[in-house]
């Protein structure tokens, strides 16, 4: 993978969850015990109606949390720090991964569907904090989630980021499809491949991608 293709890139732009940490970590399994709970007390639902209301408004709406929103006006404040309120015994630090992220040229941001509170959690735990300039959640985006291209024209905007010159990491290849069309590199951080149109490379070792754009 020619590091050249990235030569342009002043801005480097990553999603939290099952990116900037293994998916064997299963982080987002206490996550969604956590929304089910969430959503069976504020709907007065049973468990399985509430999995399967997850379930499609994740499908629909790109998080639990719109479809909540956009079908029943739910607060998104106390359900963020209910939902995030998980242990994060399961993260080591990485240094290959902080080396390699502080050794990009640029701006290095980070930018979630989650809370920017559990995001900054989540740094400290893999020994990432303080390696980004910036990091971004869903509330900074009004609420509205990834894939939606206005949550990420909103986020980039406040973070001064043009398009033309940033990439994006992302384990969902939902979320890559708007960036690729706002002209950003896309990588695809995830154990198997995605083969899309939207997506220009993929790795399932980022410390190890992300060293090889500074030889």
């Known amino acids: 993978m020619p590091h050249a293709l990235f030569a342009h890139v002043d801005a480097w732009v990553?999603?939290?969850d099952n990116t900037l940490y293994p998916p064997a970590a299963r982080l987002f399994d206490q996550i969604e015990v956590r929304m089910t709970a969430y959503v069976m007390a504020a709907l007065n639902v049973p468990r399985d109606e509430a999995d399967r209301l997850r379930a499609d408004y994740w499908r629909l709406y790109g998080t639990t949390l719109?479809?909540?929103?956009h079908e029943h006006g739910l607060d998104p404040v106390p359900y963020l720090v209910d939902v995030h309120d998980i242990s994060l015994d399961h993260l080591d630090p990485d240094p290959a991964l902080r080396a390699a992220i502080a050794a990009l040229p640029g701006k290095r941001v980070v930018y979630?569907?989650?809370?920017?509170p559990y995001a900054e959690r989540v740094l400290a735990a893999r020994g990432l904090a303080?390696?980004?300039d910036a990091i971004f959640g869903v509330e900074h985006?009004?609420?509205?989630?990834?894939?939606?291209?206005q949550a990420f024209e909103t986020v980039f905007g406040a973070a001064g980021i043009d398009p033309a010159r940033a990439a994006m990491f992302e384990d969902d290849p939902r979320n890559l499809a708007a960036p690729h069309a706002m002209g950003m590199r896309t990588v695809h951080v995830a154990p198997a491949a995605a083969p899309a149109a939207h997506i220009h490379h993929h790795t399932d070792d980022?410390?190890?991608?992300?060293a090889r754009l500074s030889r």
């Open 14 to 16: 990553f999603d939290l």
């Open 66 to 69: 719109a479809g909540l929103m």
């Open 112 to 116: 979630t569907n989650g809370s920017a």
């Open 130 to 132: 303080g390696a980004f």
């Open 141 to 149: 985006a009004g609420y509205r989630p990834k894939p939606e291209r």
């Open 206 to 210: 980022l410390a190890g991608f992300l």
